[in-house]
């Protein structure tokens, strides 16, 4: 698959290979472009930080050049092994990555086998994605979803069930993915507003998308980070209002989800609506995003309709009000990990950790199905800053 990949793009490649990574320029369509290859070549492909911090300086000159870019991803996503400093190198890696996307940057990527976790947010941000005949793509990798499902991920019933939703076949009927046949094209750029049509419509038919009753949330951390006071509902586990803290500029929008609860399609497409409602009024000065979230769901109801794209999207409408003027900050209650740290750190102007809280690569479980144990050492707020994972610890309500 990859040599084919390389004779469809003429690849030429500049520089040495650095762990899974490969860069070099190629022809596509007849157009110059610039080509980033994440092969399975050690660690089933995972981008670790020397990779994420040679594809962040390439995203750079992307975006400022409107340059087009394919690449070719077999990768299992992060390398989690290396624990906070891969995290930080992501989000720096994914910043870049969203800044070229929203810039207009035509972006295509050909996938290989695997296409997992942090890699299935590069591949969604891409504007068309080619599958080979056995590419499986998903937020999370067949062994936590068996888990989260309670299943075996050697259960062949349920394998055969999650190929059905992750596999080429199933992934082929959703807008943006097509079959390589050898040949490749970029689709023309959309915005994140067209977007969020199609994905709010695919929630509809899969009948994923929920209306519950507002509720009005009254919670004592929530009295200590907003001292003078605030205004905040909650539907459907999306928490939305205003509040006001002591510092400067201190009242803010605040949107969110404290629930700790994973991060669904349907929660991340609520947010993403609320966001572009503010895009088309008047943007605000400060929007807090208030989160008490483990990580991205890993149910398959999620993965039909490919989680990937719906993360991504959260990212971009960040991203696009960041650029109207809004300061963005991600705000830490409790803890806040996976796919959609990742989504949005990358688009915030900074992270704040509420004392205690915790930012993780991935849950408990879902570490140990990966590396076959759950990690035990105790992290301080002095790691997270030295990991570029967050930048404020907020000592609410301490003297």
Sequence with gaps: MLDSFKQAVCFAAQGATLGNLS????????????????????????????????????????AAQRAALVLFIDSAGARVSEGLPALGAF????????????????????????????????????????????TRLAMSGPSILAAAAGASALDEAFRAIAEVSIGTDGRTKLEGNVVFTGTLGFAAPISAVDTHLPLEARLVKAKLFAKGATDVVQRKDLGLLYANGYQLAEQDGMLFGTGTGTDANATAVVLGSIDRRPMSAARASQLVGRLLAMLQGEPPARLQMLFDCDAHSAALDDEKVMLSSYLVNLAQSL?????????????????LGGGIYVALAAASHEVNVIHGGEIQLLPGKAMAAILGESPVAKVEFADYLAADVAERELRIGML
């Design 23 to 62: 860069i070099g320029r190629g022809v596509v369509d007849g157009r110059p472009t610039f080509v980033a290859i994440i092969e399975n070549r050690i660690t089933s492909g995972a981008i670790g930080k020397a990779e994420c911090d040679k594809l962040a300086s390439l995203f750079i000159v992307v």
């Design 91 to 134: 989000r720096r890696m994914f910043a870049a990555a969203l800044k070229a996307s929203v810039a207009g940057a035509p972006l295509s990527v050909v996938l290989g086998s695997n296409c997992y976790g942090g890699a299935s947010m590069l591949a969604a941000l891409c504007g068309r994605r080619y599958f080979n005949a056995n």
């Design 319 to 335: 991203w696009l009000l960041r650029e109207a003027g809004t300061r963005i900050e991600t705000v830490v209650l409790n803890k």
